[in-house]
């Protein structure tokens, strides 16, 4: 093989892996096309309800019942002169069968002069597609330039949607390709949201009616529309992740988008999931498979085929190139025949038959589910000292032990035994295999984990004298029990296998035993605080008091030996208030320490002290003043 083959082969394997990175993660149910309709099929109360409800009900494929009831619902509240009653009007009895509104002179020179630039782009749209509706003549290439100005002046995504749903209605021989190319512009503004959504910040709905108009004028061109692959993925997981929703216009351009990706020339995702669980055994070998559109609609026309399944565990593949044959809408395979043993396995599953397929490669993993039996138990009692010899007895599944095993300290428990298919007979080891040891008198629980050796031999030894502290040393008749699970066991078991008696040395006496359980009240718990530490005598305290308060004595003294001097305090309200004031901030600092918090304290002193700090700064200015007058 050359090299440029090889490189051939590596492109398409890179481009094969890519198409596999991203499938639908959402879509319409069954159920969610239901729901939607329900949404839909409301009662009519003006034009524009009933042209959602109508139109958005044919989109689906749903039955709209009484056209004549619908058709004089229109005509009675038609508004001939009113360009958006002319449009709803027109448009919905485009969707129901014998219906024809009449249109006036004078209505279609409304809706011609209606497509102006002038106009609003909602205007335009409204006007060229009543005209369309209506069979009226229109001129496209006079729409294509009002469109064109128009964009130039709206440019928001609702305002662009909408010149490519109107171009949608023009002639094919009209120049379409610069409207043509706002699809790629708005495909530009797309918020990518973590590599699985795709949508425009404006909403659900305005990304609903872009994938909308997008496809209706590719198909109107036969162009295909600027969108990859995963693109297209991105913006079907945007529309159809919201199950409910808060307006009939939003569900009504759900619908339109479901229609539009459901069928187009260009693009269509395809939904692969199983027809229930992905679940196969040898009592239904058969896999099942629904492949459809968006809106849960079959692609009976599409072929199936498993590229490759391979377990999960080994990477082993054990079918490939195999097809799926369709049986009343379902795609089944056999793939029991294969002989596949118990476990998981990924399928590469492709969707072919149309070149319009998008997301048409995808992972399946499903799981191979089996019965196992027990075979070979045999139990046993060992001496430690080999003085006495081993005797087996073997039980079978799922009968039990008629005899019970007795155990102490000088001998040893066995327990061997295998797990097999039912089916096959091969070997199985499940996730989950346990030994539980029961106390039929305690209720006391011990689980131990059984591990299978090299020949898958599960193989169990208790040996009482070292396992005694986990059985509490309470001596006593064991059930004894065997656990075995696992997630693609038809059949887990739980079998009482036998009885055991063990007996533990470091029981002296029988006492009363009670029954273990987390519930049982515990003991009442006596907290001792720490003893309070004496104060000081009266004495110590006194004399702290005398020498904290002996600076205020000795001021007291000194005045009255050296004299106060008072000549110089004026009975001004300045000088007065500023004194008042700074009392009353020490004896704050008191109450703080003896009533108020932090915060309260802080507020009562920005009061004080403001006016404690303008009335001191009015008395130091009166003193320098009359400073200033004696000098």
């Avoid at 296998?497 to 519930?519: C, G, M, R, W």
């Avoid at 008072?566 to 009533?595: E, Q, R």
């Amino acid at each position: 093989m050359d090299r440029s083959r090889l490189f051939g082969l590596f492109l398409f394997s890179l481009a094969l892996a890519g198409a596999r990175a991203l499938t639908p993660a959402h879509y319409l149910s069954l159920s969610d096309v239901a729901r939607l309709q329900n949404v839909l099929n409301q009662h009519f109360t003006d034009l524009e309800s009933a042209y959602y409800s109508v139109v958005g009900l044919t989109k689906l494929g749903a039955t709209v019942h009484d056209h004549e009831g619908v058709c004089q619902f229109l005509k009675s509240q038609l508004d001939p002169t009113d360009v958006d009653s002319v449009f709803f009007a027109a448009e919905t009895s485009q969707a129901i069968s014998g219906c024809e509104i009449p249109v006036s002179n004078e209505t279609r020179d409304i809706l011609l002069a209606a497509v102006s630039e002038d106009s609003t782009m909602t205007q335009i749209h409204r006007a060229v597609s009543a005209l369309r509706s209506l069979g009226l003549p229109l001129a496209s290439q006079e729409v294509v330039g009002a469109l064109t100005g128009r964009i130039s002046k709206e440019d928001n995504v609702m305002a662009i949607t909408l010149a490519l749903q109107t171009a949608a209605r023009l002639s094919k021989q009209a120049e379409l390709g610069g409207i043509l190319e706002e699809i790629e512009d708005l495909t530009a503004r797309l918020d990518d949201l973590g590599g699985i959504y795709l949508q425009f910040e404006e909403g659900l709905e305005a990304t609903a009616l872009f994938v909308t108009a997008a496809y209706s004028l590719s198909d109107h061109v036969d162009m295909e529309p600027p969108l990859k692959e995963d693109q297209v993925i991105q913006l079907v997981n945007s529309i159809f992740s919201k199950k409910s929703w808060d307006s009939l216009a939003e569900a009504f351009s759900v619908a339109s988008a479901a229609a539009a990706l459901s069928n187009n020339r260009f693009h269509v995702p395809v939904i692969v999931s199983a027809a229930g669980p992905a679940t196969v055994s040898h009592s239904q070998p058969t896999l099942q498979l629904l492949v459809t559109d968006v809106m849960s609609q079959p692609l009976a026309l599409a072929n199936v085929l498993v590229e490759s399944a391979s377990a999960v565990a080994s990477k082993s593949i054990i079918l490939s190139q195999a097809p799926f044959t369709l049986n009343d809408g379902v795609f089944e395979l056999n793939f029991m025949s294969s002989k596949p043993t118990s476990g998981y396995y990924q399928f590469s599953v492709a969707v072919t038959g149309d070149t319009r397929l998008v997301a048409n490669h995808v992972e399946l993993k499903v799981k191979v589910s089996t019965e196992v039996s027990v075979t070979s138990m045999d139990l046993s009692v060992v001496d430690k000292d080999q003085s006495i010899g081993t005797k087996t007895n073997r039980v079978d599944y799922p009968s039990k032990g008629k005899s019970s095993f007795i155990a102490d300290s000088h001998q040893n428990f066995a327990m061997s035994f295998q797990l097999v298919d039912s089916n096959t007979g091969v070997e199985l080891t499940p996730h989950q295999t346990f030994v539980k040891l029961h106390n039929q008198k305690t209720g006391q629980e011990v689980v131990f984990v059984a591990e299978p050796d090299s020949k898958s031999v599960y193989k169990f030894e208790l040996d009482t004298a070292e396992r005694k502290s986990e059985f509490n040393s309470i001596s006593g008749t064991y059930s004894l029990h065997l656990i075995v699970g696992d997630a693609t066991l038809e059949n887990p078991i739980l079998w009482n296998v036998a009885d055991v008696v063990l007996k533990f040395v470091d029981e002296e006496a029988p006492v009363a035993i009670q029954p273990k359980t987390l519930y049982m009240p515990k003991p009442e718990i006596q907290h001792l605080f720490r003893e309070p530490e004496k104060k000081p005598s009266t004495v110590v305290s006194n004399t702290f008091t005398a020498l904290i308060l002996s600076p205020l004595l000795l001021l007291l003294i000194l005045w009255l030996k050296l004299g106060a001097n008072m000549s110089n305090f004026s009975f001004t309200p300045s000088t007065v208030l500023f004194h008042v004031g700074h009392a009353a901030m020490l004896g704050l600092m008191y109450v703080y320490w003896t009533h108020l918090n932090m915060f309260q304290t802080l507020k009562y002193l920005a009061i004080i002290g403001g006016l404690t700090f303008l009335a001191g700064n009015r008395m130091l200015a009166q003193k320098a003043v009359k400073r200033i007058e004696k000098k």
